[in-house]
DNA sequence: ATCGGCCCTG
DNA sequence: CAGGGCCGAT
């Protein structure tokens, strides 16, 4: 992966064109690339997945699964080829087929073996150092990344086109213990196609900002301003694909994908809200692995969640912002505590799906770059990120329509599911901001509070607490004032009621409900942007 | 039939 | 916070 010093000294005030042609000339695909374009690329790209679907060999694994979390930690060497890793796998596959050959008996063993046998030929390869050679200026160097995760991306895409050939290739093969016939079939085709339109959009993404992107200046400092142009450039890029069903130049080829509770029946679509997405430390490579059990478990759209959409993130272009801006969100959302480790119901565990195969591969992958899950991450599901925010927007808006939440989360791909999911969401912050105002109502009263006008809220109050501290834990958020009108208002119309006794009519509520969905204010444009947070 | 909202529960 | 039941509106 690591460019030669030649390559990098070009630098990249040249074409941009030919500048970013080698990178995949040497790529598994042989084809050089002439003119560039998004849409020439993601049907290069699909191209090849399709016609190696069905030529790689199989692969045999009762059960790996406790890799995934083991090897987390290790400090893979992103560079071995893929070549190498080719071979490596072939004997791993030769010499698990004589341990089932034999014995029946704990293919576990078999597979532990075979892990640190790998590990230890890891160990013996050479270490790809980086050339000292550091590119000197800072739109250098943004260019050496761009080259990186490019090239990143093309050995993911080669990767991942093993495994799901994979995958296709053990079809035929017996799965004890699941009746699979749909449920792992539309598993296989959901995951060959969502993993196919991710990569292509992501590819298309970079380079349309190659593309259109004037060389930036070394000290890039980022806006209000700024920001806001550039992710509306970057939504147009992702909108294109998400939105226009009927577009067929860069997607023609791609399957729309059904959604996941369709897919497997019985399955509800799985939000992985319950689970921290993965934690991107910058310094941390990340497996493959850890992807496609992502994948598997939670499904495709939640598989590269709680980052910031690529786009944008590439736009604070200095390496420097982008590594600050990418730790900072890593950190931001690690301050999130929602672990609730169940299953929420309806939620299927992969394990519970008997899919053997898929289950080794995921823990034979090799690990990936970080840069490479960067430039993956098309938003498709809601994350700790998102409901923070969304909690922030509360202070705004209490009741949003479908079509606000829309316009303000513009890195979620919508469907049903997830619109209902962020109503849900507001319609708790209402329930819990409701429960606050009845309490601290009667409670004034019985604190012996006559008269509606002693009511108030300020930033002290201890009901202000309690709803900031609910809505904005960090209180890193200044609350606008205009929340604190609005939660007087609340709170003296359940102190009235309350006082008139009118709560004896069970829907007492809904007056005030009435009342305080008109006082809606508008969400500041900040909000819109997908890396807001 | 679908959606948004509330209520209740875990 | 998510699910599920219920209701009214569309």
């Not at 799965?175 to 990569?199: A, D, F, I, Y």
Request: charged share 25%; hydrophobic share 30%; glycine share 4%.
């Amino acid at each position: 992966m690591n460019l030669s010093p030649a390559e990098q000294s070009d630098g990249c005030e040249g074409n941009r064109s030919e500048q970013m042609l080698p990178c995949f000339r040497r790529s598994a695909y042989d084809e050089p690339l002439a003119p560039y374009n998004g849409s020439v690329i993601s049907h290069l790209l699909r191209k090849t997945i399709h016609s190696k679907l069905s030529s790689l060999d199989m692969l045999y694994c009762a059960n790996e699964s406790g890799a995934t979390d083991e090897e987390q930690s290790g400090g893979e060497d992103l560079s071995v080829d893929v070549e190498q890793h080719l071979q490596a796998k072939r004997a791993r596959v030769e010499n698990i087929i004589r341990g089932m050959a034999g014995s029946h008996g704990d293919p576990e063993r078999e597979c532990e073996s075979a892990r640190s046998r790998r590990d230890k030929r890891k160990q013996k390869l050479p270490l790809h150092q980086e050339p000292d050679a550091k590119p000197k200026t800072s739109k250098d160097e943004e260019c050496h990344k761009l080259k990186e995760q490019l090239q990143s991306m093309q050995r993911l895409l080669h990767q991942l086109q093993e495994k799901i050939s994979h995958v296709y290739d053990s079809e035929g093969e017996p799965k004890p213990g699941l009746s699979r016939e749909s449920g792992v079939k539309n598993l296989q085709e959901t995951l060959k196609c969502e993993l196919t339109r991710t990569v292509s959009e992501s590819i298309d993404s970079v380079f349309k900002k190659l593309a259109t992107k004037p060389s930036t200046s070394p000290e890039y400092k980022p806006s209000q301003d700024d920001s806001r142009s550039e992710i509306s450039d970057s939504e147009e890029v992702s909108r294109e694909h998400f939105e226009s069903d009927s577009q067929t130049e860069a997607l023609s080829l791609v399957v729309r994908k059904p959604s996941q509770s369709q897919m497997i029946p019985g399955v509800k679509r799985p939000f992985p809200l319950h689970q921290t997405p993965f934690q991107f430390g910058y310094n941390t490579p990340l497996h493959d692995s850890q992807i496609l059990e992502h994948l598997l478990k939670y499904g495709p759209h939640s598989a590269f969640s709680g980052l910031p959409c690529v786009p944008a993130s590439l736009e604070r272009s200095s390496p420097d912002s982008m590594e600050h801006s990418w730790e900072s969100v890593a950190m931001r959302s690690k301050a999130h505590h929602l672990g609730q480790h169940h299953h929420p119901a309806g939620l299927v565990p992969v394990d519970s799906l008997c899919l053997p195969h898929v289950k080794m591969e995921c823990a034979d992958l090799q690990s990936m770059e970080r840069s490479s899950f960067m430039a993956l991450n098309i938003q498709e599901g809601l994350t700790p990120n998102h409901l923070k925010k969304a909690k922030l927007m509360f202070f705004y808006t209490r009741y949003p329509s479908s079509n606000l939440l829309k316009n303000f989360f513009p890195d979620v791909k919508f469907n049903r599911c997830i619109t209902s999911q962020l109503i849900k969401w507001f319609s708790n912050f209402r329930e819990f901001y409701y429960i606050q105002m009845e309490k601290f109502a009667r409670q004034a009263i019985i604190d012996g509070v006559n008269d509606v006008k002693d009511i108030s809220i300020t930033r002290e109050s201890e009901l202000f607490r309690a709803l900031n501290m609910h809505y904005n834990k960090a209180n890193d958020f200044q609350v606008p004032d205009r929340f604190l009108e609005v939660a007087e208002i609340t709170l003296q119309e359940f102190f009235s009621a309350v006082s008139l006794s009118k709560d004896s009519d069970p829907s007492w509520k809904k007056a005030i409900y009435k009342v305080i969905c008109k006082l809606d204010s508008d969400v500041p444009e900040d909000f819109k942007s997908p890396s807001y947070l």
